[in-house]
C-alpha cells in the first residue's frame, strides 16, 4: 500500500509540474525536414540526374522542390514515375514543384495545366509552384486583377486534382504601380482556401520589405519558404545559409505564424564547391531553425 500511495503522489507531482509549463514546452514543434529547390544544381542535374540526387540526399536533404518539367522531356529524361523512383531510393521525396504558367496566364487556357496536374500527382507532389509572371501579363494595375482571377482558377483546378497551388514572389512583385503593388494584390484579392504564397525571402528583403511584417500582416497564407541568404557585402549575391545578412533565427520564430510546412533551401551562386555549399547550408538549417521554438 505505502508503494502505491507513493507512486500516486508521484503522478500528481507530475501533473501539476505539467500544468505549469509554458505552453511551448508541452507542445514542442516537431522539426520540419530541410528541402532544396533543385535550381540550385541546374548545371548539373542535366548531366547525371540520378547521382546529383544521390548527392543532395547525402548533403543531408530530405525534400526536393523540382523545376523545368517538361511534358516531352519530363524530369532531365525521367518520367514523373521514375524520378519519384529515383528519390524513393535515395531517401528522398518531393513535395512541391516549380511549373511554366506562362501561357496560361497569358490567355487563360486550361489545357495547359493538365500536364503539370498530371507530372505533380504522379511524383507525389502537394504543391504547384507559379514560379514567375513574364511582364506581359503585369504591366498595369489592371492586369493585376486579370493575374488573380487566373490564380485562382488554377487554384480552383489543382483542389479538384487534390492539390494546392502557391505563387512564388521574385522582387517586382513589390513595385508600386497604379498606386499599389501586385503582391498587394495578390494577396487580397486571391482565395486563402484556393491559393498559397511560397515567400522567397532573399527577394523579399531585397525588395525592401520586412518578412516578418508581411507574415504577421497575412497569417497562415506562407506555409512554404525560399531561404536563400544574402551576401553581405555583394547583395545582389547569395551566399551559405547563416552567413549572410538575413536573421533566419528571428523569421523562423514566426513559422507557426506563417503556418509554414516547408522549407527549401535555395543559391543561385556559389563561391566553393556546391555541394560543400549545400550541405553546409543544410547542417545549419537543421541545426539552428528547424527545431526553433514558434509562435502560433
Known sequence: ???????????????????????WLLAAPTPLPVGLQLYTLREYIGQDVKGVLAKVARAGYKEVETYGYSPKKHFWGLTPAAFKA????????????????????????????????????????????????????????ADFLTVTARLNRAGALCKAAGLKLAYHNHDFEFKVLGGTTLYDVMLKETDPALVDFEMDVYWVVRAGQDPVKLLQAHPKRFPLWHIKD???????????????????????????????????????????????????????????????????
Not at 9 to 19: D, N
Not at 101 to 117: C, K, R, T, V, Y
Open 1 to 23: 500500500m505505502p508503494q502505491r500511495r507513493d507512486f500516486l503522489k508521484q503522478i500528481g507531482l507530475l501533473s501539476t509540474v505539467a500544468w505549469a509549463q509554458p505552453a
Open 86 to 141: 529515383v528519390l524513393a531510393a535515395n531517401g528522398l521525396r518531393t513535395t512541391s514543384g516549380h511549373y511554366e504558367f506562362g501561357a496560361f496566364m497569358h490567355d487563360g487556357n486550361e489545357a495547359s495545366l493538365q500536364p503539370i496536374i498530371e507530372a505533380a500527382r504522379a511524383c507525389g507532389q502537394t504543391y504547384v509552384v507559379v514560379p514567375h509572371l513574364d511582364e506581359n501579363v503585369r504591366a498595369t494595375a
Open 230 to 296: 544574402m551576401d553581405k557585402a555583394h547583395p545582389e549575391l547569395n551566399t551559405e545559409v547563416g552567413v549572410g545578412s538575413i536573421d533566419y533565427r528571428k523569421l523562423m520564430a514566426y513559422a507557426g505564424v506563417a503556418g509554414l510546412k516547408h522549407v527549401f533551401m535555395e543559391q543561385e551562386n556559389f563561391a566553393m564547391n556546391a555541394y560543400q555549399s549545400i550541405a553546409q547550408s543544410a547542417a545549419y538549417i537543421k541545426k539552428n531553425l528547424l527545431a526553433a521554438p514558434r509562435r502560433s
